[in-house]
C-alpha cells in the first residue's frame, strides 16, 4: 500500500503542466456533455407533456351560411309585347305598381290596335262574302245572281270614279293652295328686299348729309378758332361751335351704325324668308307627291275591284264541281285570314301569363316598348330565397331541412324549409360588402320556400339580399 502512494506522483510527474491542462479541460467537457444530454431529455419529456394537455376541442359545426336573395315563386317575369309587336308604342297603360293582376287580365293596349281591329273586321266580312259567294256557285246561276253581279260591278265602277273624283280634287287642291303660298312668300320676299334696299339707300344718304354738315361745321370751326385767337369772339362762342361739330360726329357715328343694323336685319328677314319660300316649295310638293301616290293606289284597287268582279260574273255563269272547290278554298282561304287577323288584333293587348303584382313598370303611354318589356310581376303570395351554398357545404344541405333568413332590412327574421337543390356548380353571383372576398366562389343554388307568415313579411323586398342560415 506504502509503495503505490509513493507511486503515483511518480506518475503524475511524467506529464507536462500543459498536457496536464488539456487532461482537466477534456474531464470537464465529458462531464458537462452528459449532463447536458440529461436535461434535453428532461425538457423533450416536458414538451410532449404540455403539447398533449394544450390540444384544442374544435366545436362541432351546426349550421351553414349563405348568402341569397328573395324572389316571388316562379321568379320575376318580365311581360313585353309579342314580337310581332316589337316596336310598338303603349296606347294604354291599365296597371300601376303594387297592384294584383290575374290570369289573362289586360295590362296595356299598344297603339296599333285601332289598326289591328280595322284589319279584323275586313277578314270577317271576306269570310263572308267567300260564304256568300260558294252558295252562290252551289245554287248554280240564275237571272237574278248574274243581275246582281252586273250591279256589283257597276257599283265598284261608280265608287272607284267617285273616289279618284274625289283625289283629284285633293291633288287640284293641294297644287293651287301651294302655288298661292309660293306666290304670297315670294311677295313677301321681294317686299323685304325692296324695303331693305330702300332703307339702305335712305340711310345712305342720311350719312352722306352729316358728313357734309360735318365738314362744313369743321371749317366753321377752324374759322372761329382763328378769331378767337385773335381775341375777336368770345370763348363760348367758340365752344359752341366745337359743340357742333362734336355733335354731328356722334350723328354720323350713329346713322353708320344704324346702317350696319339694317343690313345684318334685312339680310336675316330676306334669308329667313328665302327659307320658307324653299320650305313651303318642298312641303308643297311633297303633299302634292303623296296625294298623286294615292290617286294611283285608288286607280289600281279599283281596277283590281272591277276585274275581280267581273271574274266572280264570269265564273257564276256556269256552275262546275271545279268552280264549288275553288270556292271552298277560298273560303278557307279567307277564314284562315280571319284567324290571323284575330290574333293580330288579339296581341295588341297584352295579357297577364298568371296571377301576381306589378313590381315596376318599364313604359309608360306613348313610350316604346323598351329592351325590358313593359312590367315586371311575381307571385309574392309565395317568396322564396335563392341561396348560394358553397360547393364544400352543399353534401350538408338535405330537402326539407329548416333555414333561417336573416338581413338588417327585414324586421324579424325569416322561416321556410329547403325546396330544392340545384344540379350545377357556377360561380357566385350574391357578393359579400367586402369586395376582396368571394370574388370567384363555386356555389350551387338552393331554393329555400318561406312559410306563408314570412312570404307575407318578404312580399315588397324582391331581390334584397339576405342570409340563409341551415340548421344541421
Do not use: C
Not at 356722334?250 to 324668308?273: D, F, M, P
Not at 286607280?299 to 255563269?317: D, E, P, R
Not at 315586371?376 to 322564396?384: D, S, T, Y
Amino acid at each position: 500500500m506504502l509503495r503505490n502512494t509513493s507511486e503515483s506522483p511518480s506518475i503524475l510527474s511524467k506529464f507536462k503542466p500543459r498536457q496536464l491542462v488539456i487532461l482537466g479541460i477534456a474531464a470537464s467537457l465529458a462531464s458537462g456533455g452528459v449532463l447536458l444530454s440529461q436535461i434535453l431529455s428532461t425538457q423533450v419529456l416536458h414538451g410532449e407533456k404540455v403539447k398533449q394537455e394544450q390540444q384544442v376541442v374544435i366545436p362541432e359545426i351546426k349550421t351553414v351560411t349563405a348568402l341569397g336573395r328573395l324572389e316571388p315563386k316562379g321568379e320575376v317575369i318580365k311581360l313585353s309585347a309579342p314580337a310581332a309587336n316589337q316596336g310598338s308604342r303603349v296606347d294604354k297603360l291599365l296597371v300601376s305598381e303594387g297592384e294584383e293582376v290575374k290570369t289573362g287580365q289586360i295590362i296595356a293596349v299598344l297603339d296599333n290596335s285601332d289598326k289591328l281591329q280595322a284589319a279584323y273586321e275586313k277578314a270577317k266580312q271576306a269570310v263572308k262574302v267567300s260564304q256568300a259567294n260558294l252558295a252562290k256557285v252551289q245554287a248554280g246561276a240564275k237571272t237574278g245572281e248574274i243581275d246582281a253581279q252586273k250591279a256589283e260591278i257597276a257599283r265598284i265602277q261608280a265608287q272607284s270614279l267617285g273616289e279618284e273624283r274625289a283625289q283629284r280634287e285633293t291633288v287640284g287642291r293641294l297644287e293651287a293652295q301651294w302655288e298661292g303660298d309660293k306666290s304670297a312668300q315670294k311677295a313677301t320676299l321681294a317686299r323685304l328686299e325692296a324695303q331693305w334696299e330702300g332703307d339702305k339707300k335712305a340711310q345712305a344718304a342720311t350719312i352722306k348729309r352729316l358728313e357734309a354738315e360735318l365738314n362744313n361745321a369743321q371749317v366753321e370751326l377752324r374759322r372761329y378758332e382763328q378769331l378767337y385767337k385773335a381775341g375777336a369772339i368770345a370763348h363760348s362762342l367758340y365752344d359752341s361751335k366745337r359743340l357742333s361739330v362734336d355733335t354731328l360726329v356722334q350723328q354720323l357715328n350713329e346713322a353708320k351704325a344704324v346702317l350696319v343694323r339694317t343690313e345684318g336685319t334685312g339680310s336675316k328677314q330676306i334669308s329667313e324668308a328665302r327659307a320658307n319660300l324653299q320650305r313651303i316649295t318642298m312641303t308643297g310638293s311633297k303633299q302634292i307627291g303623296e296625294a298623286q301616290a294615292v290617286l294611283a293606289r285608288i286607280q289600281a284597287t279599283s281596277g283590281k275591284q272591277v276585274s275581280s268582279a267581273q271574274g266572280t260574273l264570269s265564273k257564276i255563269a256556269e256552275v262546275r264541281p271545279v268552280d264549288i272547290r275553288v270556292a271552298q278554298a277560298e273560303l278557307q282561304q279567307a277564314i284562315a285570314a280571319e284567324k290571323e287577323a284575330k290574333a293580330n288584333f288579339e296581341q295588341a293587348f297584352v295579357k297577364v301569363p298568371k296571377d301576381g303584382v306589378v313590381f315596376k313598370i318599364h313604359t309608360r303611354p306613348g313610350e316604346t316598348v323598351s329592351s325590358d318589356g313593359i312590367i315586371e310581376l311575381g307571385q309574392v303570395k309565395q317568396m322564396m330565397v335563392i341561396a348560394e351554398v358553397y360547393q364544400t357545404n352543399i353534401s350538408k344541405i338535405k330537402l326539407g331541412q329548416n333555414a333561417r333568413i336573416v338581413s338588417n332590412s327585414l324586421p324579424n327574421d325569416l322561416q321556410g324549409k329547403v325546396d330544392a337543390i340545384g344540379w350545377q356548380i357556377q360561380r357566385q353571383n350574391v357578393i359579400n360588402a367586402d369586395p376582396s372576398e368571394n370574388i370567384d366562389a363555386r356555389v350551387v343554388e338552393v331554393r329555400v320556400q318561406l312559410d306563408e307568415e314570412s312570404s307575407q313579411k318578404a312580399a315588397k323586398f324582391t331581390n334584397l339580399q339576405v342570409k340563409a342560415i341551415f340548421d344541421l
